[in-house]
């Protein structure tokens, strides 16, 4: 699963240079390998010797810091949940991605678009085989409910609990504004074209 963050395993005095050169096309994010010596063990990790809790530090080139990170818990996370509702979160995930790449209007990075599926109920994600356009209700539904609930979504956090999603630098308002609309014109266009097999996503099935 693409979450967004680039992993390498060494980086050069060079590479840190053209890092901060907004001119170059670098990528946003490098995480540094587990040897460097920013590399950091959380709390967790030293109680349990368990490699999921190993922490690694990001260079976020916009903001010119080192952020701590714990990606294996947050795949191990997004595992067990997807696990959990037969696949449903990662299809979630993916429809969520597939919009922000469609258009230029969603202001939402990757990790957390996934980060926002995560915290869809699991009962809403768990579709039984050929009820998969359902998914797209259930992310529009919880969406808009995230949209007008600011409490909600300022108390999201993404999957190991690092950060909350909607934060200075990350996730904003505008964006979710922009994904609640384009979900919203997606699920009217699949009920238009269908309008003669269902009159709601919940009675549509997917022939395979």
Same mark, same amino acid.
């Given at each position: 699963m693409n979450?967004?963050?680039?992993?390498?395993?060494?980086i050069t005095?060079?590479?840190?240079?053209r890092l901060f050169n907004r001119s170059t096309p670098e990528t946003d994010?490098?995480?540094?390998?587990?040897?460097?010596?920013?590399?950091?063990?959380?709390?967790?990790?030293?109680e349990t010797n368990e490699k999921i809790?190993?922490?690694?530090?990001?260079?976020?080139?916009?903001?010119?810091?080192?952020?701590?990170?714990? %990606?294996?818990?947050?795949?191990?996370?997004?595992? @067990?949940?997807?696990n959990a509702t037969?696949?449903? /979160?990662?299809?979630? *995930?993916?429809?969520?991605?597939?919009?922000?790449?469609?258009?230029e209007s969603i202001d939402l990075s990757s990790y957390d678009l996934v980060s926002i599926?995560?915290?869809?109920?699991?009962?809403?994600l768990?579709? %039984?085989?050929?009820?998969?356009?359902?998914?797209? @209700?259930?992310?529009?539904?919880?969406?808009?409910? /995230?949209?007008?609930? *600011?409490?909600?979504r300022n108390s999201l956090q993404v999957p190991d609990g690092h950060r909350r999603i909607f934060e200075e630098g990350h996730a904003t308002k505008r964006g979710l504004d922009a994904l609640v609309a384009e979900l919203a014109d997606l699920e009217n266009d699949v009920l238009r074209e269908n309008q003669r097999s269902f009159r709601k996503l919940a009675e549509a099935r997917v022939e395979y």
């Open positions: 979450t967004g963050i680039h992993f390498t395993s060494a005095r060079n590479s840190r240079a994010n490098i995480v540094f390998p587990r040897s460097n010596r920013n590399s950091y063990s959380v709390n967790k990790y030293a809790y190993r922490g690694v530090q990001i260079l976020d080139a916009k903001r010119k810091e080192r952020l701590p990170n714990t %990606p294996f818990l947050y795949n191990a996370w997004i595992e @067990h949940k997807d037969n696949g449903g /979160l990662c299809k979630a *995930a993916r429809l969520l991605k597939s919009l922000k790449y469609d258009t599926a995560f915290h869809i109920p699991e009962e809403q768990s579709i %039984p085989r050929g009820m998969e356009l359902a998914l797209l @209700h259930s992310c529009r539904v919880f969406c808009e409910e /995230l949209d007008w609930d *600011a409490a909600k």
